[in-house]
């Protein structure tokens, strides 16, 4: 039987110019994994890093950790099938229209203009709001990945790493919160992709997800754990 876990990046710029990359704090969280996973000798037989910089920094900061207690670290493996959604970026390309159109959206927007303070909380529950109508088809937004077609690509990276895993090996993969989202929906059969996305949502940075895999099966075995951080350093985004 061998055992997969999925870390989730840390923090990234949130309202920043970049959301695609780490924050202060970020760095902090994936120093904190590094040494947990040290304190607790946790060997990896393969590594695979998704393709965006928060993923690949996140690993980095925990390989130095590794190096420096003189413990083996696999090189990482690039799979492009570890990408996260593009509803960010959907989001901010719809947002005009939005406004215009659904009350709900124009009232949070209008409570950021008058309190600059509401603008990270609104900000998040417009953006639940829109990926609850992007998953299920009712927004297409031109230039970005629709939600089927990322669905598809995090199966095929799924099974890329599935069909790579021998007996008794322990694999890692370093990649972000929809796409643990959508694996645990394929191990668990769940189709309602709202469920997906609320997944999504309870994912906090550096947490990870991991499956036991055998005989062409895995099995759920701990959800979004977080054992290494303290609460002040806690974060979803």
């Known amino acids: 039987m061998s055992k997969i876990y999925f870390f989730r990046h840390a923090q990234a710029s949130f309202g920043g110019d970049n959301y695609d990359e780490l924050s202060a704090k970020g760095k902090l969280q994936s120093l904190e994994l590094g040494k947990y996973l040290v304190s ?6 393969r590594i695979y890093v998704g393709p965006l910089k928060r993923q690949q920094h996140t690993f980095e900061i925990v390989k130095k950790v590794y190096d420096e207690n003189n413990l083996f670290m696999p090189e990482p493996i690039l799979e492009n099938g570890l990408l996260e ?13 939005l406004i215009k159109t659904v009350p709900y959206v124009k009232e949070l927007v209008e409570q950021i203009n ?71 929906a394929e191990s668990l059969k769940i189709k309602d992709e709202k469920r997906v996305v609320a ?39």
Do not use: C
């Open 40 to 45: 607790k000798k946790q060997h990896f037989d």
């Open 85 to 97: 959604h593009n509803g960010h970026k959907a989001m901010e390309l719809m947002l005009p229209t």
């Open 114 to 184: 008058t309190n600059p303070e509401r603008k990270k909380a609104n900000g998040l529950l417009i953006f639940q709001y829109f990926l609850n109508e992007w998953v299920e088809g009712k927004m297409d937004v031109v230039g970005v990945l629709p939600w089927k077609k990322f669905r598809q690509e995090v199966k095929k990276g799924l099974n890329t790493i599935l069909n790579d895993t021998g007996s008794g090996e322990n694999i890692a993969a370093f990649t972000s919160g929809g796409t643990i989202a959508s694996i645990t």
């Open 199 to 237: 997944l999504n949502f309870s994912h906090r940075n550096t947490a990870f997800t991991s499956f036991f895999y055998s005989k062409n099966k895995m099995n759920l075995f701990g959800f979004n754990e977080l054992a290494h951080l303290e609460k002040e350093m806690i974060t979803f985004v």
